[in-house]
């Protein structure tokens, strides 16, 4: 499928540190447009509907499967997760920079559809760290994660399908990462001819 902006995932495990980083990616970068997911999972502290998510019940979200309503969804800890066509359908007409932050299983999905997408896994530096920042939350307990660690082998087993790999050591050190990412994918042959098109038009270029 042809898409005239630029396309990024970016997956992690929990606990890898992606929310702050794709937050604090979206405020230096005024071209990137985030794409609202909707979920069946309740929403949770200050989080609002069409914000954070669009949050829809288990019959809602079916019938929007039904309706090929999603470029793609998954079971993600026992919640349904989906990108609706609808939520970058706008943003790809304006040839906006879309980032989606999805599960592994859905950038692989991404990217299937979409090949030149960027997909970007972000991955802590040690499973001690991951550990000592999944504790320090405060917000679960033992035996929750014990199960996101499960869960993170799982998903970390993936980074070799992607085709960029941040490590999120110093939080600086990685937004810098992702963002020359982000820039490098500007400069590929296409994305060049898009944003510029006069002067492949004077150099004759196609
Ligand atoms: P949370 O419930 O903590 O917001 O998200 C749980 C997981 O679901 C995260 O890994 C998040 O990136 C992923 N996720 C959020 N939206 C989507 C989506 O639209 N599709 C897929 N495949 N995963 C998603």
Avoid: C
């Avoid at 609002?48 to 039904?66: C, L, T």
């Avoid at 906006?96 to 932050?101: M, N, S, W």
């Avoid at 970007?120 to 499973?127: A, G, N, Q, T, V």
């Amino acid at each position: 499928m042809d898409y005239p902006g630029n396309l990024f995932v970016i997956a992690a495990p929990s606990g890898a540190g992606k929310s702050s980083l794709v937050k604090a990616l979206l405020a230096q970068d005024a071209r990137l447009q985030l794409s609202v997911s909707h979920t069946t999972r309740a929403p949770r502290g200050q989080e609002q509907n069409g914000r954070e998510y669009y949050f829809v019940s288990p019959a809602a979200f079916d019938a929007m499967v039904q309706a090929d309503a999603f470029v793609e969804w998954a079971h993600v800890h026992n919640h349904r997760y989906g990108t609706s066509r609808q939520a970058i359908a706008d943003q790809i007409l304006a040839g906006a920079d879309i980032v989606l932050e999805i599960d592994y299983q859905g950038a692989m999905q991404i990217k299937r559809l979409f090949p030149a997408a960027a997909i970007i896994f972000i991955l802590p530096p040690s499973w001690e760290e991951l550990r000592a920042r999944l504790v320090k939350r405060g917000e679960d307990a033992e035996d929750v994660i014990a199960l996101r660690l499960k869960n993170a082998a799982e998903e970390m087993a993936q980074a070799p399908n992607f085709d960029f790999v941040i490590i999120n050591d110093l939080f600086e050190r990685a937004l810098a990462d992702l963002q020359l990412v982000v820039n490098a994918q500007r400069l590929r042959y296409p994305a060049q001819r898009r944003s510029r098109p006069e002067t492949f038009q004077a150099l004759r270029l196609p």
